[in-house]
């Protein structure tokens, strides 16, 4: 297992009940994509901000509102909704 | 056993300020309170498949605007990475935030304390701030029963995360730091701040350490929607932690909840590390250059500094720091009083206290009581409506220093300018108003009044040497000449004819 992560963690973080076959493929692939990016650091690149990422304050967007869905289109694609809102089984940071 | 007084706190702060924007950060929706849940929502906030992000330049510029305020850096660069978290709030599953290159980096607030009684002057410091970055507002949960329901109006509303070093020592301090970020927000235009409509929100951090030693293990409140709860928090976590503490125990790095209501704060769930965040910079968004020749022209807007303005009322003015305070806290008011010194440069601090009592007052009564993020501020006003104009104002002080009225009249006068919006010459003629400071008429009144017997007894006894004999016969020269009589002038005359 490569350094850097931990499946079980991972999969908890990405909400993923995984079977073990499923944890040691994974862990396989993801060892295989990390690698890569290992690979690619070796590379000689320059540090500096890369130019051509860079957009200049004319690519911004107006401060100008445009339309919106509407709370009819928003909560159709919902599994569940009520009054306009999306129902989610309750999540709370309440006082216990 | 170690008291209380051994224990040093400290306090950094991280406040979230909705910015003074008409669309979202990232997305053309409209944003604003009381709009029915869902109905400011596009296909970006719920980055839906094929959307692409594209940045708000006045959510930019009101963020550079306010690191010009603070005296920050604007860097030549700044970028947007994903925070990786699932949570229903979050319709995309990450929030775009700013991780490495923030558009705001370094500068600090300038903050007063309270003063031993409230007409002196507290001590000032300078809070440091680390940096403040750009990032996205997320939906709000209501819990109902066994669910809990979304709206994700404020999903992607611009938000500025302002991030102090922890270098607040107590909560009266922390409070002044948000009384003065506040002032600052608001006069620069940057954020309207506004508590009842969750425009303002602070993550309290709090440790405690014996003064000199390395920083304790701190704490992290979340969520505090107004600067008395920041207080409390404050109170409540140091009271803890000294509990703690003192009982042998350690202090826990853990998030935590305040219930206003029962004056409490409780434990939430474990903090995350931040690479539990999984942040990665986000491919949507290009790095952004930050032209100088914006931060200049932003550079023009920043108002005069809140306690420049107070200094420079108070040592080239020569106002009371009562009446400067007080002007300098709204900035549409102390630009009000500019104007009215202006047209009578003489006598500035008679404009003051018409303008710090009179004219507040009378605005204040207009507009009725709010309750900002600061539930101890008055509230807010407006000069936009106000029915004087400076220059009127200036005009009604002019007659007072000159003696053509009393103060007292010029209250009068002052209610009458306030009801009618005409001139103060105006309304003294229109009353009949204008004293009589005809030093010859008067002094034959002055005269007649002293050789009446009725007051012979006073005049007795004045001269007796009672100095107060003499009040007694003010009365009937104020009578005679229907009470336009300029008061000085009688005193004046009287002493002089009784020797």
Known sequence: ???????????????????????????????SIIGHFQALAQADLPT????????????????????????????RIAPASRDGQISVPRVVDDEA | MSSSSDWEVVIGLEVHVQLHTRAKVFASSSWGFGQEPNEQ????????????????????????????????????HCSWDRKNYFYPDNPKNYQLTQKDFPVVIG?????????PSRNVMGEHKHVRIHHAHLEEDVGKLSHAGSGSLVDYNRAGVPLLEIVTEPDLRSSAEAEAFLRSLVAMLTQAGVADCDMEKGQLRCDCNVSIRHPGAPLGTRTE???????????????????????????????TQETRGWNADLGRGYVLRDKEDAHDYRYFPDPDIPTLELSRATVERLAKQ???????????????????FTAASVLVANRELAEWFELSVAAHPANPQGIANLVANDLLRDLSAAVGSTTGFD??????????????????????????????????QAKEVFAEMFKSGQDAAAIVDAKGLRQNSDTGELEKIVQEVIADPAVAKSIAEYRAGNEKAINALKGPIMKRTQGKANPGLIDQLLRKALG
């Open chain 1, 1 to 31: 297992m490569a350094e850097g992560f931990d499946i079980d963690h991972l999969a908890k973080l990405s909400r993923l009940s995984l079977t073990p076959e499923e944890k040691a493929l994974y862990s396989s692939q993801l060892n």
């Open chain 1, 48 to 75: 500096s901000i890369d130019d051509a990422r860079v957009v200049r304050e004319s690519a911004l967007r107006s401060d100008v509102p445009g339309p919106s869905l509407g709370a009819e289109a928003v909560t």
């Open chain 2, 41 to 76: 929502v596009d296909p970006v906030v719920l980055g839906l498949p094929g959307t692409l992000p594209v940045v708000n330049r006045e959510a930019v510029e009101k963020s550079i605007l306010f690191g010009l305020v603070v005296g920050a850096e604007i860097p030549a």
């Open chain 2, 107 to 115: 500068g600090s607030v300038e903050i007063e304390l309270p003063g």
């Open chain 2, 221 to 251: 409140t979340k969520n505090l929607n107004s600067i008395s709860s920041v207080r409390d928090t404050v109170i409540f976590e140091t009271a803890r932690q000294v509990r703690e503490l003192e009982a042998g125990r350690t202090i």
């Open chain 2, 302 to 320: 920043v108002p005069e500094n809140l306690y420049d303005r107070q200094r420079r009322y108070m040592d080239t003015l020569g106002l009371p």
């Open chain 2, 375 to 408: 539930e101890a501020a008055p509230a807010p006003v407006s000069l936009s409506s106000c029915p004087i104009k400076p220059a009127q104002l200036a005009g009604l002080v002019k007659l007072t220093d000159e003696g053509v009225i009393s103060k007292q």
